[in-house]
Structures are given as structure tokens and as C-alpha cells.
């Protein structure tokens, strides 16, 4: 079965950068899209970035220019690099992926927090 590891999360002070990383393992033959999303508490969650198998970039617009999606096919990873966090950056970072045929998958999420 095909099963998505979110890495990379934790605590930083606003200004400074975190480096989330997810990878897929199993059969991860039919995965195409591949994306983050983040919910902070009390808020509904929301798309965050995403990158197709070819490398089209999609960006909320609350964090373009701060971060980057970015994808290598053969290790079957994305990362998201998130620079000049700001507090309002702070949620649980899930890692999605669209699929061919099946349901999208979702990992388990990594909490990021930025606070002083």
C-alpha cells in the first residue's frame, strides 16, 4: 500500500526557515500531482502548494514568494521551503497526493510553529 512520511516540521521564531519533506513509498506508480496543505487551529484547511509530475507550480497567495514546492521524481519526494515564517504560518502541514485511479493520499501531518 502506498503510504505518505511528512518530515521536517517544528518550532522557529518568525523570520526564519523550515524544510518539510514527504515521501511515498509502496506502489507509487499513478501518483501525479503532488501538494501541501495546512490547517491552523479553528480554520478550515487550506492549499498551501502544489507541483505537478512535470513541475507546474501552484501557490496560495499568502505565501508566494516566501515558499518554494519542489519535487524529484525518481525518490518519489516533495519538499516545501518555507522561508520568512511568519506566525500566521503556524498549522499541521499535510502532504498530499493526487493518483490516476485511486482516492487522493494523505499523509499523517507535521506541526509547524512560529512563535517568539
Known amino acids: 500500500q502506498v503510504q505518505l512520511v511528512e518530515s521536517g516540521g517544528g518550532l522557529v521564531q518568525p523570520g526564519g526557515s523550515l524544510r518539510l519533506s514527504c515521501t511515498a513509498s509502496?506502489?507509487?506508480?499513478?501518483?501525479?500531482?503532488m501538494g501541501w496543505y495546512r490547517q491552523a487551529p479553528g480554520e478550515q484547511r487550506e492549499m498551501v502548494a502544489t507541483?505537478?509530475?512535470?513541475?507546474?507550480?501552484n501557490y496560495a497567495e499568502s505565501v508566494k514568494g516566501r515558499f518554494t514546492i519542489s519535487r524529484d521524481n525518481a525518490k518519489n519526494t516533495v519538499y516545501l521551503q518555507m522561508n520568512s515564517l511568519k506566525p500566521e504560518d503556524t498549522a499541521v502541514y499535510y502532504c498530499?497526493?493526487?493518483?490516476?485511479?485511486?482516492?487522493?493520499?494523505w499523509g499523517q501531518g507535521t506541526q509547524v510553529t512560529v512563535s517568539s
Open positions: 498530499n497526493a493526487d493518483h490516476l485511479v485511486r482516492a487522493p493520499l
Open positions: 507541483i505537478t509530475r512535470g513541475g507546474n507550480t
Open positions: 509502496g506502489n507509487t506508480f499513478g501518483i501525479t500531482t
